[in-house]
């Protein structure tokens, strides 16, 4: 069972629940009374250990396509530290994600041509923080049970090449440096 998340930062200035960045992201389970770590899919994504598609990267926040989206464009603002609930991330984070969301948004409104962006954030995927961006048109745009992986990667990478070109359109150059070093 996890410890109880108290909203009083830590010691190191980092809330509790908060988790190392993601050089050295992991959670911790406990089996058969022996600690097992293992880091979130997403860490391992912003590590460059697994495959994404990067469209955003800054010290603090990075955002990639989802690989099975609602619309094409559904693109997920990760935190590189790893924070399970939103609700455990201090201020300043979830402010940076937002901020982040906010200009992902205006990128797929642009390169989709949408009328609106829609957010949601559910967590129930992978317990690491992320907000979900989609272009949308209508409240069934944000209907999960239609997300499907994605079986052309070449539609991926054309979402990705699109939507970093409308952020670098927008004034946004944190679209040009999209590997998951940084």
Same mark, same amino acid.
Request: charged share 25%.
């Given at each position: 069972m996890a410890p109880p998340v !108290? &909203? !009083? +930062? =830590?010691a190191d200035n980092e809330p509790t629940g908060a988790r +190392?960045?993601? %050089?050295? &992201?992991t959670q911790t389970f406990t089996l058969h009374d022996k600690i097992l770590c293992m880091a979130t899919l997403f860490s391992r994504i912003? %590590? #460059?250990?697994l495959p994404g598609r990067f469209v955003w990267q800054d010290p603090e926040v990075t955002a990639f396509l989802t690989i099975a +989206?609602?619309?094409p464009g559904h693109t997920l603002v990760v935190p590189r530290r790893e924070v399970d609930r939103w609700t455990d991330a201090d201020g300043a984070l979830l402010a940076?994600? $937002?901020? *982040? %969301?906010?200009a992902i #948004? @205006? #990128? *797929? @409104?642009? &390169?989709?041509?949408? +009328?609106?962006? #829609? *957010?949601?954030? %559910?967590? $129930?995927?992978v317990p690491h923080l992320h907000i979900h961006v989609a272009p *949308?048109?209508?409240m069934s745009d944000f209907d999960f049970s239609k997300a499907k992986p994605e079986?052309? @990667? =070449?539609a991926l990478d054309e979402a990705a090449a699109k939507l970093r070109a409308a952020l670098l359109e927008l004034g946004y150059e944190q679209a040009r440096d999209t590997g998951p070093e940084l």
């Amino acid at each position: 069972m996890a410890p109880p998340v !108290s &909203a !009083s +930062p =830590s010691a190191d200035n980092e809330p509790t629940g908060a988790r +190392p960045t993601a %050089a050295k &992201a992991t959670q911790t389970f406990t089996l058969h009374d022996k600690i097992l770590c293992m880091a979130t899919l997403f860490s391992r994504i912003i %590590a #460059g250990e697994l495959p994404g598609r990067f469209v955003w990267q800054d010290p603090e926040v990075t955002a990639f396509l989802t690989i099975a +989206p609602l619309r094409p464009g559904h693109t997920l603002v990760v935190p590189r530290r790893e924070v399970d609930r939103w609700t455990d991330a201090d201020g300043a984070l979830l402010a940076r994600c $937002f901020e *982040v %969301a906010q200009a992902i #948004g @205006q #990128g *797929v @409104q642009r &390169a989709w041509d949408a +009328p609106r962006a #829609g *957010v949601v954030i %559910a967590g $129930f995927e992978v317990p690491h923080l992320h907000i979900h961006v989609a272009p *949308v048109w209508d409240m069934s745009d944000f209907d999960f049970s239609k997300a499907k992986p994605e079986e052309d @990667q =070449s539609a991926l990478d054309e979402a990705a090449a699109k939507l970093r070109a409308a952020l670098l359109e927008l004034g946004y150059e944190q679209a040009r440096d999209t590997g998951p070093e940084l």
